[in-house]
């Protein structure tokens, strides 16, 4: 697959502590990649890096040929990189609906007036998104009464409202059941495929990453020591020594 996503001995320090070194890896549209590692290994760093919040010390993040590093986070947004978070963010006070309109303002880059006031922009588009992530119904309601895991979906949805080509999922599903983790994951995948979006996500949960993912990475102390198909890296004996350890089973 021709990749989307192309990033080239990336690397980050903090004063002496080297965070992320010399790591390259590649996203295809339409594929799910997990990055994974134990605590302290440059998952965060990375995944900074790639939305612009930090600027690597080397390397390229190429995002379907165009230059990402340089770029401030709100440009890289622009671009078509979409993220969610661990802990969701959303405004509580404003219903499901139009925390999804917010989100189709700034993609369109459209101004509200008197004459057409945000509560009535895109509410089509914005049901159209909550339709597809199975939030149709919840439209109306506050988020600040929903249940964790449709404060999930509604993240996803948000996501989507930018129309990215790369989507980075950080712990997507952090505090939810069993039940809850694989559906979200499911209908991810489904969304992402049909639409040729690349994902990045990171997961503890090994059940969710090797039941989900296409391929793995597998950072350790600021270093990628793996990465392939999960049978592949499930296999490797040094990310068994380093990370999965007991966790293989699971």
Aim: glycine share 8%; proline share 4%; charged share 20%.
């Amino acid at each position: 697959m021709t990749p989307l996503l192309e990033v080239l001995k990336l690397s980050k320090a903090f004063g002496g502590v080297k965070a992320v070194t010399q790591v390259s890896f590649s996203v295809a549209a339409g594929e799910l990649l997990a990055m994974i590692g134990p605590n302290g290994a440059g998952k965060s760093t990375c995944f900074n890096m790639l939305n612009g919040q930090l600027r690597p010390d080397e390397g390229s993040i190429r995002l379907a040929g165009r230059e990402l590093v340089g770029l401030a986070p709100r440009e890289v947004w622009r671009m078509g990189v979409g993220r969610t978070f661990q802990i969701t963010a959303t405004f509580g006070s404003m219903t499901v609906r139009e925390n999804v309109q917010m989100a189709l303002l700034s993609h369109h880059r459209a101004l509200v007036s008197a004459w057409m006031p945000a509560a009535e922009a895109f509410v089509a588009e914005a049901d159209a998104l909550l339709e597809r992530v199975g939030m149709r119904e919840q439209a109306p309601r506050p988020c600040s009464i929903l249940a964790y895991g449709d404060l999930k979906r509604l993240e996803l949805a948000i996501a989507l409202a930018n129309a990215p080509k790369l989507l980075l999922m950080d712990e997507p599903t952090a505090g939810m059941g069993p039940l809850e983790r694989t559906e979200l994951m499911m209908l991810t995948a489904r969304l992402v495929r049909e639409q040729g979006v690349a994902v990045l996500f990171t997961e503890h949960d090994m059940d969710v990453v090797f039941r989900h993912a296409d391929r793995l990475m597998v950072l350790n102390r600021g270093m990628l020591i793996a990465q392939g198909e999960p049978e592949m890296v499930r296999a490797n004996a040094e990310v068994q020594r380093v990370y999965l350890g007991s966790r293989s089973g699971s």
